[in-house]
């Protein structure tokens, strides 16, 4: 195998520099305070305020928001996340058991039926998305949060890939045993998924935390709001006019990317498999 | 291909089934099927009543240069993502993969932007590029070139790609690694002996075995710059200026849900449904059948 030069590292610290730059730019100015900010623009070095503009974003509602304090929005968007990945994981596993391990009529059609939500991503039918869930009065609550944007067969696909790559002998001898269909499912299934299920967890996660036009468009009342959609309001102070307090700002950015960051880079290995096979 | 040894079916199979078929029956079809119905109507501009227009909205939207322009600058928008992302992905994994001390330090701190919700990362970018603050704004305007993403077509362009560019390296570069990490040590050994240079190596030899990676996560980019840079256009640009960095997806919502005309957003939609199944055909005829060694 051939070595790495120095001109190897070099490439490698400039991509490093190019990807963790803006965030530590963030970060260090953070911790800095407005008057600084406005003076002298945004710092490269750490401050002397310390974290005192995370206990004001996390504590009060800061002038970005009338009543949501940066805590209810993280809550929101933990509870978005975690709806999200435990309800697709679920879904998920039931269906692909279906088709792999059931004859059924009309398999071929429920597959294809399945299947073909892969087609359409929530962004293009979101406008009668919308219609639909306000008709269903699902409007600012975590249900039409959470629901429409499961509606889909990503992690279906995964696990009836992964299903069938588990021996038939397993099937076999759990029939001489007299198991059931949902004792097989319980006993043999589920723990053989173990792995799966944590590698996928970690991406659904990330994904439902991250979501944004959805919750842009669900939520009127801030009690809803998700942290990610919610520091769209910081852009509406900036654009008409106002001069934010910036640090707050700054931190309630950095907050609204620390969970999944730190989760990803937590569980780095099951978080790459989960990506690699996820995308298969 | 089901299993050959499979359960006998009574109503078992049907209740393991039913979340699934409920959610996509209420979430997906019945919105899907409405966007279909909606763009063959035409709404009356109070939103009383709809009349079938047939192909109106259609022949609107085909013959409007906004349109045209929107799809072009879509077009050109996701060209440019997509080779810049998967090009430097591309050089940093080769460069990592070489490193035998340190891999996993390079790989951490080069995957985790993947965390960073668009959104998150267009607004990030918008207070480093702000004309008050930002001293990446300062930079640009330092070398002479006179920065105004507001009022510059060419300067927003410029500025969207550079952020969704950011945020797609790693998911390339984690694919990319794993990749050439799945290429066996005998090939690159016997490759060592036979070819002297390591760049004509990598051509000749690394660069084809990675062919399939690379064609799977061009249509991963594509779909990623039309459908998840959502976030950034709204938190950057807002497809300003006067609605030139709108791409597609994001003028569904702002003819549908901020312009309130549904009938030219739902064909829009359609549109975009076509362009989807189309990509997907190419994925599984086109590429798997070309790629081949």
């Given at each position: 195998m051939q070595r790495a030069t120095?001109?190897d590292?070099?490439?490698?610290?400039?991509?490093?520099?190019?990807?963790?730059?803006?965030?530590?730019?963030?970060?260090?100015?953070?911790?800095?305070?407005?008057?600084?900010?406005?003076?002298?623009?945004?710092?490269?070095?750490?401050?002397?305020?310390?974290?005192?503009?995370?206990?004001?974003?996390?504590?009060?509602?800061?002038?970005?928001?009338?009543?949501?304090?940066?805590?209810?929005?993280?809550?929101?968007?933990?509870?978005?996340?975690?709806?999200?990945?435990?309800?697709?994981?679920?879904?998920?596993?039931?269906?692909?058991?279906?088709?792999?391990?059931?004859?059924?009529?009309?398999?071929?059609?429920?597959?294809?039926?399945?299947?073909?939500?892969?087609?359409?991503?929530?962004?293009?039918?979101?406008?009668?998305?919308?219609?639909?869930?306000?008709?269903?009065?699902?409007?600012?609550?975590?249900?039409?949060?959470?629901?429409?944007?499961?509606?889909?067969?990503?992690?279906?696909?995964?696990?009836?890939?992964?299903?069938?790559?588990?021996?038939?002998?397993?099937?076999?001898?759990?029939?001489?045993?007299?198991?059931?269909?949902?004792?097989?499912?319980?006993?043999?299934?589920?723990?053989?998924?173990?792995?799966?299920?944590?590698?996928?967890?970690?991406?659904?996660?990330?994904?439902?935390?991250?979501?944004?036009?959805?919750?842009?468009?669900?939520?009127?009342?801030?009690?809803?709001?998700?942290?990610?959609?919610?520091?769209?309001?910081?852009?509406?102070?900036?654009?008409?006019?106002?001069?934010?307090?910036?640090?707050?700002?700054?931190?309630?950015?950095?907050?609204?990317?620390?969970?999944?960051?730190?989760?990803?880079?937590?569980?780095?290995?099951?978080?790459i498999?989960?990506?690699v096979?996820?995308?298969k | 291909?089901?299993?050959?040894?499979?359960?006998?079916?009574?109503?078992?199979?049907?209740?393991?089934?039913?979340?699934?078929?409920?959610?996509?029956?209420?979430?997906?079809?019945?919105?899907?099927?409405?966007?279909?119905?909606?763009?063959?109507?035409?709404?009356?501009?109070?939103?009383?009543?709809?009349?079938?227009?047939?192909?109106?909205?259609?022949?609107?939207?085909?013959?409007?240069?906004?349109?045209?322009?929107?799809?072009?600058?879509?077009?050109?928008?996701?060209?440019?993502?997509?080779?810049?992302?998967?090009?430097?992905a591309l050089i940093l994994a080769v460069k990592a993969n070489a490193v035998l001390?340190?891999q996993?330090?390079?790989r951490?701190?080069?995957?985790?932007?993947?965390?960073?919700?668009?959104?998150?990362?267009?607004?990030?970018?918008?207070?480093?590029?702000?004309?008050?603050?930002?001293?990446?704004?300062?930079?640009?305007?330092?070398?002479?070139?006179?920065?105004?993403?507001?009022?510059?077509?060419?300067?927003?362009?410029?500025?969207?790609?550079?952020?969704?560019?950011?945020?797609?390296?790693?998911?390339n570069f984690v694919f990319f690694l794993a990749g050439l990490q799945s290429i066996p040590v005998t090939v690159r050994e016997a490759a060592q002996m036979d070819c002297e240079s390591p760049t004509r190596r990598f051509w000749t030899i690394t660069f084809p075995l990675l062919a399939p990676t690379a064609f799977f996560l061009?249509?991963?980019?594509?779909?990623?710059?039309?459908?998840?840079?959502?976030?950034?256009?709204?938190?950057?640009?807002?497809?300003?200026?006067?609605?030139?960095?709108?791409?597609?997806?994001?003028?569904?919502?702002?003819?549908?849900?901020?312009?309130?005309?549904?009938?030219?957003?739902?064909?829009?939609?359609?549109?975009?449904?076509?362009?989807?199944?189309?990509?997907?055909?190419?994925?599984?005829?086109?590429v798997e059948?070309r790629i081949h060694y």
């Open positions: 120095f001109f590292h070099l490439i490698l610290w400039a991509g490093v520099i190019f990807l963790v730059a803006p965030i530590w730019l963030l970060l260090a100015s953070s911790t800095h305070s407005v008057d600084t900010l406005i003076k002298e623009g945004l710092q490269w070095l750490p401050g002397s305020e310390g974290l005192s503009a995370y206990k004001t974003a996390l504590m009060t509602a800061s002038g970005f928001t009338d009543t949501a304090t940066g805590l209810r929005m993280l809550v929101n968007s933990t509870i978005m996340g975690l709806g999200f990945a435990v309800g697709k994981i679920i879904i998920a596993m039931t269906a692909a058991y279906t088709l792999v391990y059931f004859r059924v009529p009309m398999a071929q059609f429920l597959f294809w039926l399945i299947f073909s939500t892969l087609l359409l991503p929530l962004e293009v039918r979101i406008v009668p998305s919308y219609e639909v869930v306000s008709q269903l009065g699902l409007l600012n609550s975590y249900t039409g949060l959470i629901l429409p944007l499961i509606a889909s067969a990503t992690a279906t696909f995964y696990f009836r890939q992964f299903y069938k790559t588990i021996p038939e002998e397993l099937l076999e001898a759990a029939q001489l045993d007299n198991a059931n269909a949902w004792l097989f499912f319980k006993d043999i299934l589920i723990p053989l998924s173990r792995t799966m299920m944590a590698a996928m967890f970690i991406i659904m996660f990330v994904v439902g935390w991250n979501q944004y036009l959805w919750p842009l468009m669900m939520t009127t009342e801030e009690s809803y709001y998700t942290i990610v959609m919610g520091i769209k309001n910081i852009l509406s102070v900036v654009r008409e006019g106002r001069v934010p307090e910036y640090n707050v700002a700054f931190a309630l950015v950095i907050l609204a990317m620390l969970p999944p960051v730190l989760i990803v880079i937590i569980f780095q290995r099951w978080f498999q989960g990506l096979e996820s995308e | 291909m089901a299993k050959k040894v499979q359960f006998a079916h009574t109503w078992v199979p049907y209740v393991f089934i039913a979340p699934q078929l409920l959610i996509i029956g209420v979430f997906f079809f019945w919105p899907a099927l409405q966007a279909l119905y909606l763009s063959f109507m035409l709404e009356d501009p109070w939103g009383l009543s709809s009349t079938f227009v047939w192909f109106e909205n259609y022949q609107t939207l085909f013959t409007s240069a906004d349109y045209l322009s929107t799809t072009l600058f879509t077009l050109g928008y996701s060209f440019a993502v997509v080779v810049l992302s998967l090009g430097i001390h340190g996993k330090t390079y951490l701190l080069l995957t985790w932007v993947y965390a960073v919700a668009p959104a998150v990362a267009g607004i990030t970018a918008y207070f480093l590029f702000n004309r008050h603050i930002g001293v990446f704004y300062d930079a640009i305007v330092s070398t002479g070139w006179l920065f105004a993403p507001e009022t510059s077509t060419f300067d927003a362009t410029v500025l969207l790609i550079l952020v969704s560019v950011w945020k797609q390296i790693p998911v061009m249509v991963i980019n594509i779909t990623y710059a039309f459908f998840d840079t959502f976030g950034l256009i709204d938190t950057l640009t807002q497809g300003r200026p006067a609605g030139s960095t709108s791409t597609m997806v994001y003028k569904v919502y702002q003819d549908g849900f901020l312009g309130a005309d549904l009938g030219l957003s739902s064909a829009q939609s359609v549109v975009l449904m076509i362009l989807v199944m189309a990509l997907v055909m190419v994925q599984f005829r086109f059948r």
